[in-house]
């Protein structure tokens, strides 16, 4: 019985996730079909989305410090230019 998922059946989950087509019950049932057992693989799939949402959240937060800096350098590159 297997314990961990592969790369290949994490990033499956990933993206049917990303794409909004993610079902629990079909996941589930794909992965107790490759050896899994129920529980963990309901408790594997929880981690990887628990995971992959933390990172979207995480590359979100990054994007925009990084569009409000952008902002505030052009502002800034403006006022200097009325100024001078």
Do not use: P, W
């Given at each position: ?23 629990l ?17 309901k ?28 902002n ?13």
């Amino acid at each position: 019985m297997q314990n961990t998922l592969s790369e290949e059946q994490a990033e499956r989950i990933r993206i049917k996730y990303s794409l909004g087509i993610f079902q629990l019950d079909e996941e589930v049932k794909t992965l107790i079909d490759e050896g899994f057992d129920e529980l963990i693989a309901k408790q594997l799939i929880t981690n990887c989305i628990s995971e992959h949402r933390k990172l979207l959240f995480e590359n979100r937060i990054e994007s925009e410090k990084k569009n409000e800096l952008h902002n505030i350098m052009i502002s800034a590159i403006i006022f200097l230019s009325i100024i001078g």
